[in-house]
């Protein structure tokens, strides 16, 4: 089955660090990602939509400076938390569609990342 | 906009029983896709099933069935026999079957998180 490999799983650091998580598709090809935030006990709420090539689009309320997303090929896209700060803290979750997307390939997710900010 | 309520909050069940989790959904749309992920305490995200709105037959995947009602907008997930390792955050989502902008999102409920009882 289609693999979304996230790394790093879990992240510790200082504020106003800046910190890199890649979402990669192991044995497919992704021409869609998705990033997502999830606080504790609530939903996924989606932040944005990278497509490879081109710039994310952000959802309402998600300042895209503040979140950068990369999806330089297929199979990698990045989110980068700049200058985090504690509130920043929470567990993000990137997942990936199959080329095709206008299929029923459904969403792909990767392990998730916790993100803490001291 | 479409939404999706799931409105139990917490379900349990005992271990070999068979349990139901409520969905309902709003949409104007006739072409969609609905899906029901598990959340295990590991965090990732697994699809359980999945059903296109245009087929009348509830889809099945072993222990695992909906329940879809297109003009009522329901979309129940019944587990039978269920086991330890169903334990999880059970989440309801909605697609567009036309994806708007060449890429479209998943949106999600709030979630049933399920206790199986030994």
Redesign the interface.
């Known amino acids: 089955g289609a693999v979304v490999s996230q790394h790093p799983s879990r992240v510790i650091c200082k504020s106003g660090t800046s910190v890199k998580i890649e979402c990669r598709s192991l044995d497919f090809q992704a021409t869609?990602m998705?990033w997502y935030r999830?606080f504790p006990k609530?939903?996924?709420m989606?932040m944005a939509?990278s497509?490879e090539g081109s710039k994310a689009?952000y959802e309402q309320g998600v300042e895209k400076d503040k979140f950068l997303i990369n999806h330089a090929s297929l199979t990698l896209s990045t989110l980068t938390v700049t200058s985090a700060h504690p509130e920043d803290s929470s567990?993000y979750?990137c997942?990936a569609v199959e080329e095709g997307?206008?299929s029923?390939q459904?969403?792909?997710?990767?392990?998730?990342t916790?993100l803490s900010i001291l | 906009a479409q939404t999706v309520t799931q409105s139990q909050p917490e379900m349990s069940v005992q271990e070999a029983e068979t349990v139901t989790l409520s969905c309902t959904y709003d949409t104007s749309e006739s072409d969609y896709?609905l899906?029901w992920?598990k959340q295990p305490p590991?965090?990732?995200?697994?699809?359980v099933i999945?059903q296109?709105a245009y087929k009348q037959q509830n889809a099945t995947e072993n222990r695992f069935s909906v329940n879809f009602q297109k003009a009522a907008k329901s979309f129940s997930l019944k587990i039978s026999d269920s086991q330890l390792g169903d334990a999880a955050m059970y989440?309801c989502a909605y697609r567009s079957y036309y994806?708007q902008?060449?890429?479209?999102?998943?949106v999600?409920?709030?979630?049933t998180k399920l206790t199986v009882n030994p």
Do not use: A, C, V
Request: hydrophobic content about 30%; overall charge positive; proline content about 4%.
């Open positions: 869609t998705f999830q609530q939903s996924l989606l939509t497509n689009t567990f979750i997942s997307w206008y029923n459904p969403q792909h997710f990767g392990d998730g916790r | 896709y899906f992920y590991s965090r990732q995200m697994i699809l999945r296109e989440f994806p902008g060449g890429s479209e999102k998943l999600f409920g709030k979630g």
